[in-house]
């Protein structure tokens, strides 16, 4: 029960990491990020679970998690999870931008040629065998 409160109440701190960084690179459309934020990725890991519980359900075992509990933390995810992750995006919106600590330039730089030991082939092969 715990990690489900604090799955919940984390979304204060999503929404306001959410729409400070929105708002870094300036976007026009908060309340599609603030959306975004709040249902892709708990909606993909619930449809993922609701899926499993469905063949586990056909399969008739003993594991499958009941109805009623799936409604229950899809309840709490709609009235607490989704209002408190608008609410830390109000207030990540609210903030004043801090000024970056470095500027970019207009003139592009060449990028050095690489060694072969960093080639993306050779570090993608050393780090499958690690």
């Known amino acids: 029960i715990a990690l489900l409160l604090l799955f919940m109440f984390m979304g204060i701190a ?3 990491s959410s729409a400070r960084t929105y708002k870094m690179f300036n976007g026009s459309h908060w309340s599609t990020s603030t959306l975004l934020t709040a249902t892709l990725f708990p ?6 679970l609701f899926v499993l ?7 008739g075992s003993s594991s499958a998690i ?3 509990s799936m409604v229950a933390v899809f309840a709490l995810w ?3 999870s989704v209002p408190l992750t608008y609410l830390g995006a ?3 919106f609210k903030r004043d931008l801090e000024k970056q600590p470095v500027q970019t330039q207009d003139i592009p730089r060449a ?3 690489q060694p072969i030991f960093l080639s993306p082939w050779l ?3 050393v780090g499958g065998v690690l």
């Open 53 to 59: 519980n469905l063949v586990i359900w056909a399969e």
């Open 14 to 16: 999503a929404g306001y």
């Open 111 to 113: 990028i050095p040629e």
């Open 90 to 92: 109000y207030y990540g």
């Open 66 to 68: 009941p109805f009623g």
């Open 123 to 125: 570090t993608c092969l």
């Open 78 to 80: 709609f009235c607490i």
């Open 43 to 48: 909606g993909i890991v619930s449809a993922i």
